[in-house]
Every structure is written in structure tokens, then in C-alpha cells.
């Protein structure tokens, strides 16, 4: 249920990558029964968010996830800084939560305390014992420009580019929820 008074927030899952080590699409990977994108998503969904975007991957498969839409990245092979500008950029609301499709233990709560740590900080990520730039809460109006001159003069390092921006970080209470899964033996770690 979402928490009263959270500002509203697109969610938004980078589904675009490579996923050269899993050897597969990761957002089709099933997790306990599920595809990781798809649980990404319903994280997203109970945390309150108004819209949920899939950004990237195969546009067609995609919404039968959970998502709302599912946009093509406008800087395909580019990194997650193209797939964070492209959720910026298509976003309904002006915080967009931004999420890795890799993360299947992602929580609701950790969603929300996100949003709520945004305050007037242009961007808020999760803090394990260093910066998760891939579960953070942005304001699409503040970041998108730098971001977007970030990228134009060659960055494409999502943590490099937060060093542009006035970041709040927020301690996650479980930072396993925070764990990727890049490889087939890291399902089962």
C-alpha cells in the first residue's frame, strides 16, 4: 500500500541491457517463478508508483510484465546513463524512480524511503556500503539537463555523472534486496 503524502513517482526499469554474462535477456530470467523485470516492476507497482515504464529490451514482450509502456532507449549500447536519460526524458511525473532490471529481491520499502529521502535533493539513492545509482529517486527537471550535457561530452557512467548533481543517500534497512544478478550461478547465491 502506498505511503500517504509520497510524492507522486514514475517507476521506470532499465530492460535494455546486453546481459552478456547471464547469456540471456536478464528481464525474462525467472526468479522463484517470475521474470526479474517483472518482479522490478510489482515493487515499483506496491510502492505507489503512478505509471510503471520499461525502458529498453524487447518493446513487445515487455508489457505483459506489468508495465504500463515499454520505450525504446534513446541511446541504445550506450550504458545505463542513456537508459537513465531515456526514463528522465519519457517519465509522466517529475520524480521517476529509476531501477535495475537485475535486482529481483528489490522491495517496495526501499522504494519509498527513496522517494521520501529525495527532500530537495535533485536525486536520492540507496546506500548499501556505497551508492546504488540504479535504485534512486530523480527530479527529471534538475537532472536531465546535466545529464544530459554529462553524456553529450562522453560519460556514460551513471556514478561518475551523480558527482554533477546534489545527492541525498538513504540507508537501505536489508542491502541484500539491493543484490544484482549478472550470472546464472548468482540466481542461486
Known amino acids: 500500500m502506498p505511503e500517504a503524502g509520497l510524492l ?12 552478456t554474462r547471464m547469456g540471456t535477456d536478464k528481464a525474462f530470467v525467472e526468479v522463484r517463478g517470475r521474470p526479474m ?12 508508483a503512478v505509471e510503471v515504464l520499461a525502458v529498453g529490451g524487447d518493446l513487445e514482450r515487455l508489457p505483459s510484465l506489468g508495465f504500463d509502456r515499454a520505450v525504446s532507449d534513446r541511446h541504445p549500447g550506450e550504458g545505463p546513463l542513456g537508459g537513465v536519460l531515456t526514463a528522465l526524458a519519457a517519465a509522466g511525473h517529475e520524480v521517476v524512480v529509476v531501477l535495475a532490471c537485475d535486482v529481483p529481491a528489490a522491495r517496495a520499502e526501499s522504494v519509498v524511503a527513496i522517494v521520501q529521502g529525495l527532500g530537495d535533493h535533485d536525486v536520492a539513492v540507496a546506500m548499501t556500503d556505497r551508492r546504488e545509482p540504479l535504485h534512486g529517486a530523480w527530479r527529471a527537471s534538475r537532472c536531465l539537463p546535466v545529464l544530459v550535457e554529462a553524456f553529450e561530452r562522453g560519460e556514460r557512467a551513471v556514478h561518475r555523472a551523480l558527482a554533477l548533481l546534489d545527492v541525498g543517500e538513504v540507508a537501505v534497512a536489508d542491502p541484500s534486496t539491493l543484490r544484482s544478478v549478472n550470472r546464472p550461478a548468482d540466481l542461486h547465491g
Open 37 to 48: 523485470a517483472g518482479r522490478v516492476a510489482a515493487a515499483l507497482r506496491a510502492a505507489g
Open 8 to 19: 507522486p513517482f514514475t517507476g521506470a526499469v532499465l530492460t535494455g541491457g546486453r546481459s
